[in-house]
Every structure is written in structure tokens, then in C-alpha cells.
């Protein structure tokens, strides 16, 4: 219930905050710079049920990226927590913060469905090969993803799914979407653990995990089950 509580709470503030400052909403980009965590989570819901599109802009991240992509996709309004709020400072571009207690006390029901062809969320390429690019993605691209994973993986309600990558990454859109449509239970590794095989495997045995996607190095590292 708090899955839908506090996405529908959050997105009616940025609803209001946009309509306060006479912007519109439908295909406006929404930047959200929280932590790996729940608020993140409801946060990259909250924007889908908004009506707009979520922009990850990862804290982890230099901020010269963060200033690019911030300057590039030119976002309405960005989303941040009281340790983040400072990494945007001098930029033009209001911010919302997250805050547990009005979304659990203002909870809004009124979500705006998208259409297949509304844009989702933009990610920017690593640009490692030149200036990095912002990728447009659609509803429907993403609902086609999430329906191919789930039936792929088998996944069924009630199925574990660890989410390893970072946020900055166009996987972690993909893991999140799965997790949510296949009605599956979504563990998150902490941005301090994913250097540390030991840890992410004491995670996958201790919370059963029955998916995750790892980059190779990880992969070859984690211990072999005896």
C-alpha cells in the first residue's frame, strides 16, 4: 500500500509545484538526484504517475556530468533530498524534496496514464567516445521491456529480484520496471557494497534472490556455493 500511497502523494506535489509555476507537465522532463534507496523507488514512480520523465541524475556522479545533463535535457524541476540539495546550487531549476511524512500525509490517487508514444525517462550515454547523449525513451518501449523480462526470467509475484547497477545506468531503469510489473519483491545492493563481492553475494543467499544482473567482473568474483 505504501508503494501507492507515497508515488501518488509525491506526484500530486509535482503536479502542483509545476501548475504554480505555469509549466506544463505532459512530456516534461523531471530530474530526481536521491540516493539508491525506497525514496528512490518512489520518486521514479512518482514522476511515471506525474505524467512527466524521469531524468536519474545520480549524487555519485561528477558534477560537471551532473551540470551537462542538467544544462542538456533542461528538466522542470529536479527531485532531492536534504544531502543533495547542494549539488544543484546556481542552477536555475527548482527543486522538490523528498519528504516521508508529506507523502504519507497527502496521498493522491489521481495519476495521469501514459500513452505508449509519452515520453518515460531520458539516460544519457557514459561518453566515453565523445560528448554524451540523452536517449529518448517511450511508455511503450519500456511496457515492452518489462513484459519480455518478466516472461524471460519466468518471474511470477512474490519473486526476489536484487537491483546491482548504478541508477546512472539504463539496466537499472529495466530491472525497476520488471520488479514492479511482475509484482516481484526489489532488493537493492547500497552504492558502498557494489565493489565488494562477499557482500552482494551475502545478499543474494540471505534474501534468496532469483535474479540479477551483474557485469562480468562482479560475476567471476562472487563465491562458488559448495
Request: net charge negative.
Amino acid at each position: 500500500a505504501a508503494l501507492d500511497r507515497r508515488p501518488d502523494a509525491l506526484a500530486a506535489r509535482i503536479r502542483a509545484g509545476m501548475t504554480a509555476s505555469g509549466l506544463a507537465i505532459a512530456d516534461g522532463v523531471i530530474g530526481v538526484a536521491v540516493p539508491k534507496s525506497a525514496d528512490l523507488i518512489v520518486a521514479f514512480l512518482a514522476v511515471l504517475k506525474a505524467g512527466a520523465a524521469y531524468l536519474p541524475l545520480a549524487p555519485d556522479l561528477p558534477s560537471e556530468r551532473l551540470r551537462f545533463m542538467v544544462e542538456d535535457a533542461a528538466p522542470r524541476l529536479i527531485i532531492v533530498t536534504d544531502q543533495t540539495s547542494g549539488l544543484f546550487d546556481g542552477m536555475p531549476v527548482p527543486q522538490l524534496l523528498v519528504d516521508m511524512q508529506q507523502e504519507d500525509a497527502h496521498a493522491d490517487a489521481a495519476a495521469r496514464l501514459p500513452r505508449g508514444h509519452d515520453l518515460a525517462y531520458v539516460i544519457y550515454t557514459s561518453g566515453t567516445t565523445g560528448r554524451p547523449k540523452g536517449a529518448l525513451i517511450e511508455h511503450g518501449s519500456l511496457a515492452n521491456l518489462a513484459r519480455a523480462q518478466r516472461d524471460l526470467f519466468g518471474l511470477e509475484p512474490g519473486a526476489r529480484v536484487l537491483l546491482y547497477v548504478a541508477m546512472s545506468f539504463d539496466v537499472s531503469i529495466g530491472a525497476i520496471a520488471t520488479a514492479l510489473a511482475a509484482g516481484a519483491t526489489l532488493h537493492l545492493v547500497p552504492q558502498r557494497l557494489m565493489a565488494e563481492p562477499e557482500a552482494i553475494a551475502a545478499m543474494i543467499r540471505d534474501h534468496a534472490i532469483d535474479l540479477v544482473e551483474l557485469p562480468a567482473t562482479i560475476a567471476q568474483q562472487l563465491p562458488r556455493r559448495q
